[in-house]
Structure formats: C-alpha cells, structure tokens
C-alpha cells in the first residue's frame, strides 16, 4: 500500500550588488542577487526543502552544506535533480509542488511559465504539477524594503 507525504520547505537570502538574481532556475535582469554559498536560489531551495521534508530525509544542509567547497556557487536546479534521483531512488513520485516566492522586485509573472517548466525537468515531471505564485511583503519589513527574497514550498510524495 502506498503512502501520501508531504513536506514544507522555506528558504531566505539577503539582496546584494555583483551577483545574479536566480529565481526557479530562471535569472532575472536585476541590478541585486541574492547572496549565498550556491546560487543562492530561495525558490528552488524552498523546493529542495518541501521535498526532503516529505521523505523524511533532512534538510538541505544535511545533503549540501554550505562548508563545504563543492557546493560553492552551485546551481540549485543540479541540487534539485540529485534530490529527485534520491526520491526516485527511494520509491517515492512527485505528485505536486506549489510554491511562493515573497520578492518586491522584480515582477515573477512574465516567467513564471519558464520557472515551473525549468522545475519540473529537474524533477522529470509534467510541468503541470509544479505551480509557481509570487507575493510582496507591501513593503513592510527587510524583504519589504528590498533587502532580501524568501521561497516558500510544499511538496507531496507518494511511496
């Protein structure tokens, strides 16, 4: 008999000049990027997160800690197919992803298409599977302000 699981990943990075803004796997022209060890991609590490939540296999430092140099500047849509072979490995499909991404700028819209295809190829599922929303924090604290973006995610699993 199979099990339905699901698992909550959130992830957060500061805004800062001289690095790119990736969101989803999709980089987005922007004169700040969020700071981090890999990519630094709040979307898909939120994603990353939700998953390994629902299988039951820790967090997303535990499988690539930021001490560790092989993981420096990676990019996070690898990072999401290693995690997808291990859930595939694992017994588990990937039944749904629905995702938030809280940023104030730039407007996720006109890619949002792009950011659940690119997703969903990493994990080897119909895009229509992965749905992707964003929101502002109407300017109200840091990510209000501009000074960070945060990825919110849940994932369900069936094994």
């Not at 604290?141 to 069936?158: K, N, Y």
């Amino acid at each position: 008999m199979s099990d339905t699981r699901t698992g909550l990943g959130v992830d957060s990075h500061r805004l800062v000049e001289g690095r790119p803004l990736i969101l989803g796997g999709i980089e987005f022209e922007s004169e700040v990027g969020l700071d981090g060890h890999s990519d630094a991609d709040v979307l898909t590490h939120a994603v990353i997160d939700a998953l390994l939540g629902a299988a039951g296999l820790g967090d997303i430092g535990a499988h690539f800690p930021d001490t560790d140099e092989r993981w420096a500047g990676a990019d996070s849509i690898e990072l999401l197919s290693k995690v997808a072979g291990m859930l595939i490995g694992g017994g588990f499909e990937i039944v749904n992803i629905d995702a938030t991404v809280i940023i104030e700028q730039p407007k996720i819209g006109p890619q949002r298409a792009a950011i659940c295809e690119r997703i969903a190829g990493a994990l080897g599922i119909e895009a229509s599977r992965v749905n992707v929303k964003a929101t502002t924090a109407e300017q109200i604290g840091s990510f209000g302000r501009g000074e960070g973006a945060a990825g919110i995610a849940v994932a369900t699993l069936r094994g």
